[in-house]
């Protein structure tokens, strides 16, 4: 069973990635993290190719090899902090950039009736979404995440932590490792069942 896990803050200490890690060790399952800070993920450029070529998507950046790994995964455990009332454009960026998985021919179709929006090779399977924010807007970053993976990928989205930290470390705030621990838990019992 593995986890991919999406780190999706560029700080040093993140939080929200600390919290995604929690939430995978938690799992009691095999898991990957991957650091979007780390990584070269250019922006989407809409052209379309990705739907017309068999889900290749022709920026050739750290995407690539993402993408493999996002077809191996049997979960996700997103995370991103909350910028400006909503998610921060890194991991929006990401989540752009995963559309080309949905033109590789496997999964479900989204709908057999509207084949150009093409299948969905995470539908069904387990997720845990995750923002962190200094004082308001977590709200609007949970539904950016529930739409791209519930409403778009129709991913089962087992635990949310929308958690409010103001300036401190996670590490001091053992309410919120706790409230970790039990969605990687939750996430662990989802992948086995
Ligand atoms: C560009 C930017 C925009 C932010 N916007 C908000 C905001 O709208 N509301 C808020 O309460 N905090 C805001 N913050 C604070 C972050 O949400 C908060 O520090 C978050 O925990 C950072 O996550 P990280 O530790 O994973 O990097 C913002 C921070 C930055 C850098």
Redesign the pocket.
């Known amino acids: 069973m593995k986890v991919l896990g999406v780190c999706g803050?560029h700080?040093e200490?993140?939080?929200?990635?600390k919290l995604v890690k929690k939430v995978a060790e938690a799992s009691g399952c095999d898991f990957e993290l991957i650091y979007l800070g780390k990584l070269d993920i250019k922006p989407c450029t809409g052209c379309g190719v990705c739907m017309m070529n068999e889900g290749q998507c022709p920026i050739q950046d750290d995407m690539q090899q993402v993408y493999e790994k996002l077809l191996q995964a049997d979960s996700l455990i997103i995370g991103g902090?909350?910028?400006?009332?909503d998610l921060?454009g890194s991991t929006k960026d990401f989540i752009d950039r995963t559309m080309a998985i949905f033109y590789r021919s496997q999964g479900p179709a989204y709908h057999p009736d509207m084949p150009w929006l093409g299948d969905r090779p995470h539908a069904g399977k387990p997720a845990v979404i995750i923002t962190?924010?200094?004082?308001?807007?977590h709200q609007r970053t949970i539904e950016t995440l529930k739409y791209a993976f519930d409403d778009c990928s129709k991913m089962k989205i087992v635990a949310q932590l929308a958690e409010v930290?103001g300036m401190n470390d996670i590490d001091d705030m053992p309410e919120v490792l706790k409230r970790a621990e039990e969605a990687g838990e939750k996430l662990g019992a989802a992948l086995k069942a």
């Open positions: 803050s700080r200490e993140s939080n929200t990635n902090p909350t910028y400006f009332f921060n962190t924010v200094a004082g308001s807007g930290v």
